[in-house]
């Protein structure tokens, strides 16, 4: 039973997910530069669910946050 559940498993794999990923990332960051807060938003509203399905780690998220945070203040002056 191990291995049938094993082979299973291995098998909703690959290309099968990006469809799902997609749906999750959504498609803001198309074209954004980081030239305008617009810009910012878009980039945030991409990384953001991917943060939430855990596709990136916890630092990798907190480091976006601390950049975003630092690239809206630059937008602002």
């Known amino acids: ?3 049938v559940l094993l082979l299973a498993g291995c098998g909703t ?6 469809p799902a990923l997609r ?3 959504g498609n803001s960051l198309t074209g954004a530069q ?3 807060v617009e ?3 878009r980039i945030d509203h991409t990384v953001a669910p991917g943060c939430a ?4 780690k ?3 998220c ?3 946050t601390k950049a975003s945070a630092a690239r809206r203040a630059e937008l602002k002056s």
Not at 13 to 18: A, C, E
């Open 1 to 3: 039973m191990t291995i």
């Open 13 to 18: 794999s690959g290309v099968n997910g990006v």
């Open 23 to 25: 749906l999750a990332l």
């Open 34 to 36: 980081g030239k305008t």
């Open 39 to 41: 810009d910012q938003n």
């Open 53 to 56: 399905i855990g596709l990136y």
């Open 58 to 60: 916890p630092a990798e």
């Open 62 to 64: 907190d480091r976006h």
